[in-house]
């Protein structure tokens, strides 16, 4: 298996950035196209040049993405932007999409969490569908990992209740991590709290960058005020931090949270 983070760290001409998606590895996404191709067993592997060689199997072409250096997101301003920025969104058809509103306030209010903020990256990674499942794995209401979900003790991420929980736990460790920058939080459920290190900020993928902007845009216009998480008061941005400024240099103890580095490269799959 190649190391990615490797080839992309020593290599300045084009490399092969592969990953076929049994194991969990770092994908850093660099400017240039990136395509996702698929063997006919369903394997999936994202590279920047034609397969060849060991990989010329790899023949149905699923998605291509160009990923431009950006300064969208410099760090500056705290990573915030104003409430009106994200515009409005419409809300959602699904029959679900207040079926699991006591599962977010319970799960909310144990690890002090906005459940606001929670419907809305539900919206954005599953539509409400507890079935759902992206190419890479990621599995349920809030799209876990199955790295993610072992990481914070999540027995079945088919369980709306059991996903729901695992997610609260990992959007408060990512708010502790980023000194409650809310924005900064929910790039880094997207693509890596290490990516949002890398780059001080919301990293310049294009997936990472609508992620974020349909996250809060949801976040503001949908469920800021939505009655039926009303059991639950609080703002993503009104908790506080025992620490001060700057992105913290924390230690944890597992490499499972590679896992959600490849969630950006695939969001458009999902």
């Known amino acids: 298996m190649i190391n990615v983070a490797t080839l992309v760290t020593r ?44 990989f010329d199997q790899f023949t149905k072409k699923v998605q291509v993405n160009y990923y431009k ?3 969208l997101y410099d760090g500056s301003n705290n990573g915030y932007s104003s409430n009106n920025d994200y515009g409005s969104s419409a809300a959602s058809n699904s029959g679900t999409r207040n079926a699991y509103d006591s599962y977010i306030r319970d799960s909310a209010q144990r690890h002090g969490v906005d459940p606001a903020l929670m419907k809305a990256m539900m919206h954005t990674e599953s539509a409400f569908n507890p079935n759902a499942r992206s190419p890479v794995g990621a599995q349920g209401l809030m799209q876990l990992m199955p ?6 003790k999540v027995n079945n991420p088919w369980n709306p209740a059991d996903n729901i929980e695992g997610s609260a ?10 000194d409650n920058r809310i924005e900064y939080a929910v790039a ?20 990472t960058q609508n992620y974020v902007k ?13 009655s039926g998480l009303s059991g639950a008061s609080m703002s993503a941005s009104n908790q506080t ?18 896992a959600s580095y490849t969630n950006s490269a695939y969001a458009a799959l999902r």
């Open 188 to 207: 880094g459920y997207n693509a890596g709290e290490g990516n949002v290190d890398k780059y001080g900020g919301i990293p310049p993928f294009k997936e």
């Open 147 to 152: 790295a993610t979900a072992r990481r914070f």
């Open 241 to 258: 931090s025992n620490t001060s400024g700057g992105l913290k240099n924390v230690s944890y103890g597992t490499s499972s949270n590679n």
């Open 11 to 54: 290599c300045l001409s084009p490399v092969l950035l592969t990953t076929v998606v049994l194991s969990s590895l770092p994908i850093v996404a660099q400017a240039g196209n990136i395509t996702i191709y698929k063997d006919e067993s369903g394997k999936v592997l994202l590279t920047n040049v034609n397969p060849s060689g060991n």
């Open 214 to 226: 349909k996250v809060m845009s949801r976040y503001h216009s949908l469920y800021k005020n939505d």
């Open 69 to 71: 250096s950006s300064k």
């Open 169 to 178: 736990k990992y959007i408060a460790w990512l708010m502790r991590r980023f």
